[in-house]
């Protein structure tokens, strides 16, 4: 398994190059309303330039799963629309790593006890009470049979299973291995969330399916308050029965990210966000300029310099992190979601915008199987000549000497680091209780790394019900309008649980936002 991240991550960087290019957008973003035929007119009277029982709002996995569920559950004519020169949205460039419980995988590497019910209790934890629990429950559920539907209608097999750390809270025995790594089912070289996006899109096509590439939805066309079809610009298409709305997150849009989520903003201004370049918030606008209610949780943001305690198959750096004051203050074998949030509100309380987190290390990186700087990594060694050179990885040959490089009290770092070492060598973590990797920090030359994180998406956007149809400032379901994947909200909190917990979400609320579109 360890070779299979490692490789992964590799992947991660080159396609960095695929998201601003072949999945940028067909132009500027126009501005998103929602429209009221001003003469009253009905749906039928209104001119249209085409008609379909469904419309799907973007073409990444969400988007094509549920065209591909509107068809299988009754719709005849339906499309997606995707605003960039192709279909495939972030889901294209993710890893393909999904989360399910219960699954034929799982029984077979011998995890026989797992269920939806286990995995919604986790992830309602690590929501911190901000998650609806019905909505949890209604993913977690499902999420065996969700795997086991796409396999037989996209041709993918799941190889590789792993699972995700939890956070300080979290009761013990709620982490199971539940991640699983999607592959073609006739070429199980090919692996990622590409595969998912190109067999999709053929199944689609096979099942009548149509597609609008470089066309950008702009607004809703509604009549007394129900959906009856989206404008694209000039261009207005009739929706019979339903329109869904799977355009992604709040991702790289600083206006929203500036309303709702600061750690966005910061991510975005730094250019540290790895998402497709069309995640612009256009379906959340959409949705709240037709009265749909926002809600907004949280930044996911995990270090792939390091993969930092992303997998429990991984092995791990020894390395603490420490704040401006040169503390650790918090537990570093937590998952991304919960570090990346951490990291980041230290930061913002010990230095506001300019604020700063690091990674302390030694020499042991350089040999370690982990880390893009370790000679071990293809060009791991440029890779870390590159880091000093920039700033961003400093080097000392002491711990004094390199808290004067990143201006933090030597005293009271090498008090830290002499705390941690004491505890590794007991393999007791008095502070914070930390259980993996306490390995010492006591061979030079000594690394410092300023934290940044790689942003992989926001969570929030269109609060949905368990039929995935957007509700309104009541909660009361906006007639046909449904949302899925991350233009959606209410099945993650505030803490992201791991690896494959958005794909999660895209395959099931896509699956559903497609059968209630078809059946509305």
């Known amino acids: 398994m360890t070779d299979a991240i490692r490789i992964s991550r590799r992947r991660f960087m080159k396609t960095a190059a695929l998201s601003a290019a072949s999945l940028s957008a067909a132009g500027g973003l126009a501005a998103c309303r929602s429209s009221q035929d001003a003469t009253g007119a009905t749906a039928q009277e209104t001119t249209w330039d085409e008609e379909f029982d469904v419309i799907v709002c973007g073409g990444g996995g969400a988007g094509i799963a549920a065209a591909y569920s509107a068809l299988e559950n009754g719709a005849e004519k339906v499309v997606i629309i995707e605003k960039a020169n192709q279909c495939g949205g972030t889901t294209s460039i993710n890893l393909g790593n999904i989360m399910a419980a219960g699954t034929t995988l799982q029984k077979e590497a011998g995890i026989v006890d797992d269920t939806g019910e286990a995995m919604a209790a986790w992830w309602i934890a690590e929501g911190e009470g901000v998650a609806d629990e019905r909505l949890v429950r209604n993913l977690a559920d499902a999420s065996a049979d969700n795997l086991e539907w796409m396999a037989e209608n996209f041709g993918v097999a799941y190889a590789n299973l792993y699972g995700a750390y939890g956070t300080p809270y979290l009761e013990e025995g709620m982490l199971k291995d539940r991640i699983h790594v999607i592959v073609d089912a006739a070429d199980p070289t090919k692996a990622g969330g590409v595969v998912w996006t190109t067999n999709g899109l053929a199944a689609f096509a096979d099942k009548g399916g149509q597609v609008m590439t470089a066309t950008e939805v702009t607004g809703l066309a509604m009549v007394d308050g129900e959906v009856v079809g989206v404008e694209c610009g000039k261009a207005r298409y009739r929706a019979t029965r339903g329109v869904v709305l799977a355009m992604g997150g709040v991702d790289r849009s600083e206006e929203l990210a500036a309303r709702y989520l600061p750690q966005q903003l910061s991510d975005i201004k730094r250019g540290g966000v790895f998402v497709a370049q069309t995640n612009t918030g ?81 020499t042991k990186m350089i040999a370690s199987p982990q880390g893009a700087w370790s000679d071990t990594a293809e060009g791991g060694a440029e890779a870390r000549a590159a880091a000093i050179e920039s700033g961003a990885l400093m080097q000392a040959d002491s711990i004094d000497e390199l808290a004067r490089l990143i201006g933090v009290d030597a005293d009271t770092l090498s008090e830290t680091v002499a705390r941690w070492n004491k505890d590794a060598a007991a393999g007791i973590d008095t502070l914070f209780g930390r259980e993996k990797q306490l390995g010492a920090i006591d061979e030079a030359p000594y690394y410092a790394w300023k934290v940044a994180g790689t942003n992989i998406g926001a969570v929030g956007g269109l609060v949905i019900n368990d039929e995935a149809a957007v509700t309104d400032q009541d909660g009361k379901a906006i007639p046909r309008l449904f949302a899925a994947g991350t233009n959606s909200a209410g099945w993650l909190g505030r803490t992201y649980p791991g690896s494959g917990a958005f794909l999660a979400g895209c395959l099931h609320w896509g699956r559903i936002a497609g059968r209630s579109a078809a059946q509305a």
């Open 282 to 362: 256009d379906g959340i606008r959409i949705g709240l300029a037709a009265g749909a209610r926002g809600a907004f949780y949280s930044s996911v943001a995990l270090f792939y310099e390091t993969l930092y305690f992303a997998a429990n198959s991984n092995p791990e750096l020894a390395s603490i992190i420490v704040n401006q004051r040169g503390l650790r203050f918090m537990r570093e074998d937590t998952t991304y979601g919960y570090y990346g949030r951490v990291a980041y509100e230290e930061a913002a309380k010990n230095g506001g915008g300019a604020g700063a987190t690091w990674m302390i290390l030694d």
